[in-house]
């Protein structure tokens, strides 16, 4: 089986030219958030009411809490050490995963320049609590992995912190959008995020196994995939989207 995986609705012609007579599938759609005129507080203005007196309420309840953000760049190896960690523990937690990163994944996209480590440390320990990959690609920055001490006090609100963090720092380098990638979806819809939908197109070299495939992926929503998606879209049902990308 041939899977193209994760591709905007733009490309729907294309890919379906493709030979091998491939047929669409809905994928966990990405997330996006706009940072209008790169400024934190317009981002912060441009959320619901609800969602943004819910963050504040969270920033304020923690700043008592002794963090430090800090960006990091080609850090080094112990340093690396903490957060591939972090890394690991925020994996196994997951209820969904998708590929399995090792630690040279990490050491080869810290190599580049377009790479930045948003970390939060405890300041009476200087050991890093949270983390988030950031990828600075000029007016947009992607924010693809994160990890997280889950056996810090949930009073910390590390993920609302490290976000406010990663948010000032993008804002800093005139970024004016955020993509957040797959899954977490409820944090990230009352962070402002907008849903994007994706496609994997998918070929199998057994005609009739195909075929059967083909029909399965036609009874696959966001609803299927996700509780969170579910939850959503019973409030938003007008944001379903179909498999006919």
């Given at each position: 089986m041939r899977v193209w995986k994760d591709f905007p609705q733009s490309y729907a012609t294309e890919l379906s030219s493709v030979p091998g007579n491939m047929f669409p599938m809905?994928?966990?759609?990405?997330?996006?958030?706009s940072l209008p005129n790169a400024n934190r507080e317009a981002y912060l203005t441009s959320l619901k009411s609800r969602y943004r007196?819910?963050?504040?309420?969270?920033?304020?309840?923690?700043?008592?809490?002794?963090?430090?953000a800090d960006i990091l760049q080609r850090p080094n190896g112990p340093i690396m050490d903490e957060i591939f960690e972090l890394f690991w523990k925020t994996y196994e937690k997951g209820k969904t995963k998708f590929e399995k990163l090792n630690r040279r994944f990490f050491d080869l996209m810290a190599s580049h320049h377009q790479s930045y480590f948003v970390v939060l440390r405890d300041r009476n320990t200087n050991k890093i609590v949270a983390f988030m990959l950031c990828f600075h690609m000029g007016k947009h920055a992607i924010n693809k992995f994160i990890g997280i001490d889950y056996s810090q006090p949930k009073e910390w609100?590390?993920?609302?912190?490290?976000?406010?963090a990663a948010v000032q720092f993008v804002a800093s380098l005139g970024g004016e959008s955020i993509q957040s990638g797959q899954t977490g979806y409820t944090a990230k819809l009352k962070l402002g995020h907008k849903l994007v939908p994706l496609y994997n197109y998918v070929s199998h070299k057994n005609p009739i196994v195909h075929w059967i495939y083909s029909i399965v992926a036609?009874?696959?929503?966001w609803d299927t995939l996700n509780e969170d998606l579910a939850l959503y879209l019973q409030a938003h049902p007008d944001e379903k989207v179909s498999?006919?990308?």
């Open positions: 809905i994928s966990y759609p990405g997330t996006l958030v007196h819910g963050l504040k309420k969270k920033l304020k309840n923690s700043t008592a809490i002794c963090l430090e609100f590390l993920y609302y912190r490290l976000w406010d036609r009874n696959i929503s498999c006919s990308a």
